[in-house]
């Protein structure tokens, strides 16, 4: 693999002022952004948007604020060369199959936003290791704020059947057939009553991801008795609220998280090759296994069954199948980005004409509930090689860093492939931008863990702020 780029850029000159601004107002920005996203993910669509255009206007002006007061300083920065002309491939290619797709509009403003999407996380990552000591403490402190926060909302959520959701909801008058999905509500009185619990599966899926970021964060800007308060906090009302919870991706992320960073303290080289070969094989190999397995009988076997015979496995099961099937259409290059979704609607109305049936299924779902066959369906087998390349270049970024944050990145990685493997449509908007709150919320923890290695611990005293008198002096 290619070695990290080396950036070298401009030391930060000692200016309180850009300081302030830069650390304390995107810090902060940070933590409504990951706190009202662990409330309502949907809204990451919108608020990674205004983080990242708030991120890269902070680092111009404060850029511009510090001409002619700069000088070198040599730094490695986790997205390399390698990891950009991977993705820029990958997307290349999801744009280009909108000549193919049957809905052409569709994939070429799905791979357009997914661009969007990843180099503004590279344009705001950029800007983080460009920060400072000062601004790298309050930048980490605005993460595991906001992931505190989220963790202890829907701890208490879940505890109470929903009362700060149900709460809001009548207080703000809603009635009965106004809020979607209608299933997932009770009324009684005109009031909603109870609230399912299903309804909070992204919230945990979105919590499992950027909890290692919070993690570190906390372990990286609070001295050592703080930090264990706010990590045992953090992890007690976080391990309640996705064992509570009824969504198993979130479970499956923590236990391959968790299991990922503890591997990492017997041997950071072994962790790292796993995992390499583990995305391999779940990015490649996903469409052969699923293949061998339908060939063989092993999707029918009495064992499987038994386990599939309850929840939606089943149903995901089939709608698996059916994908499998499909691919062999156009196994090289793909239907198109997001095609499914063009094609289900389409061989729905087919089939409402043909049987008169409104309620007829159509052929196909409109995703695989799994991101990785979803590639093979979308973009074939040069979009499943790219994909690969992509996870493996974001890889070798994280072998680069220094090892006191590498287990949490690593982590956060591996949550990630764990969350793709059995949930939602990979090219929704708000399922994009988590990933992409994700890649910034641990850009920043690790810069502040790097800024701990550097200078110790920086007491804390203030949401995303620093003590009283200015910015300490950073040795970046």
Same mark, same amino acid.
């Given at each position: 693999m290619a070695s990290i780029t080396a950036l070298r850029l401009p030391r930060r000159a000692e200016h309180a002022r850009a300081d302030r601004i830069w650390g304390t107002v995107i810090g902060t920005?940070?933590?409504?952004?990951?706190?009202?996203g662990l409330s309502k993910p949907r809204t990451f669509a919108a608020t990674y948007v205004v983080l990242v255009a708030a991120m890269i206007?902070?680092?111009?002006?404060?850029?511009?604020?510090?001409?002619?007061?700069?000088?070198?300083?040599?730094?490695?920065?986790?997205?390399?060369?390698?990891?950009?002309?991977?993705? &820029?491939?990958?997307?290349?290619?999801a744009g280009l199959s909108a000549l193919w797709s049957p809905g052409p509009m569709q994939s070429l403003g799905k791979a357009a936003v997914a661009a969007v999407f990843v180099f503004g996380?590279?344009?705001?990552?950029?800007?983080?290791?460009? &920060?400072?000591? @000062?601004?790298?403490?309050?930048?980490?402190?605005? $993460?595991? $704020?906001?992931v505190l926060a989220g963790a202890v909302y829907l701890?208490?959520?879940?505890?109470?059947?929903?009362?700060?959701?149900?709460?809001?909801?009548?207080?703000?008058?809603?009635?009965?057939?106004?809020?979607? @999905?209608h299933w997932l509500y009770t009324w009684a009185d005109g009031r909603v009553a109870a609230i399912r619990d299903v309804g909070l599966n992204r919230h945990l899926v979105a919590l499992a991801l950027l909890s290692p970021a919070g993690l570190l964060a906390a372990r990286a800007t609070l001295t050592p008795p703080w930090a264990r308060?706010?990590?045992?906090?953090?992890?007690?009302?976080?391990?309640?609220?996705?064992?509570?919870?009824?969504?198993? =991706?979130?479970?499956?992320?923590?236990?391959?998280?968790?299991?990922?960073?503890?591997?990492?303290?017997?041997?950071?080289?072994?962790?790292?090759?796993?995992?390499?070969?583990?995305?391999?094989?779940a990015a490649m190999l996903i469409l052969p296994g699923l293949q061998v397995a339908y060939k063989t009988g092993l999707d029918r076997s009495p064992w499987l069954l038994a386990k599939l015979e309850r929840g939606s496995a089943a149903d995901r099961f089939s709608i698996l199948s059916t994908f499998v099937k499909r691919i062999g259409e156009a196994p090289l290059i793909g239907h198109g980005v997001n095609a499914a979704y063009v094609l289900g609607a389409s061989e729905k109305r087919e089939a409402v004409q043909r049987t008169g049936d409104p309620e007829a299924e159509p052929g196909i779902a409109q995703h695989p509930h799994n991101a990785y066959l979803q590639v093979w369906f979308d973009l074939g087998l040069i979009g499943a090689a790219l994909f690969t390349a992509f996870g493996l270049a974001v890889l070798d970024g994280i072998r680069r860093l220094r090892p006191a944050v590498q287990p949490y990145a690593l982590a956060t990685f591996t949550s990630a492939a764990a969350i793709l493997a @059995?949930?939602?449509?990979?090219?929704?908007?708000?399922?994009?931008?988590?990933?992409?709150?994700? =890649?910034?919320?641990?850009?920043?923890?690790?810069?502040? %863990?790097?800024?701990?290695?550097?200078?110790?611990?920086?007491?804390?005293?203030?949401?995303? %702020?620093?003590?009283?008198?200015g910015p300490q002096q950073g040795t970046a």
């Open positions: 920005l940070a933590a409504v952004v990951i706190a009202v206007a902070a680092d111009m002006w404060l850029q511009w604020q510090t001409v002619g007061q700069v000088g070198p300083v040599q730094r490695r920065y986790p997205v390399a060369r390698r990891i950009v002309v991977a993705a &820029a491939a990958l997307l290349a290619w996380a590279v344009a705001a990552c950029l800007g983080v290791v460009r &920060a400072r000591e @000062p601004d790298a403490f309050r930048l980490g402190e605005g $993460i595991w $704020i906001g701890a208490v959520e879940l505890l109470t059947g929903q009362v700060l959701e149900r709460g809001a909801i009548n207080l703000l008058g809603f009635r009965e057939g106004q809020l979607s @999905p308060l706010v990590q045992g906090i953090g992890i007690t009302a976080g391990l309640f609220a996705i064992l509570r919870g009824e969504s198993e =991706t979130a479970k499956l992320a923590v236990v391959v998280g968790a299991a990922t960073w503890a591997l990492c303290l017997v041997s950071q080289t072994l962790a790292l090759r796993l995992v390499a070969a583990g995305w391999v094989v @059995p949930s939602y449509g990979l090219w929704q908007f708000w399922y994009m931008a988590m990933f992409g709150v994700a =890649t910034v919320a641990v850009a920043m923890a690790v810069r502040a %863990g790097e800024a701990a290695e550097e200078t110790g611990p920086r007491p804390f005293v203030g949401a995303a %702020g620093g003590p009283p008198g």
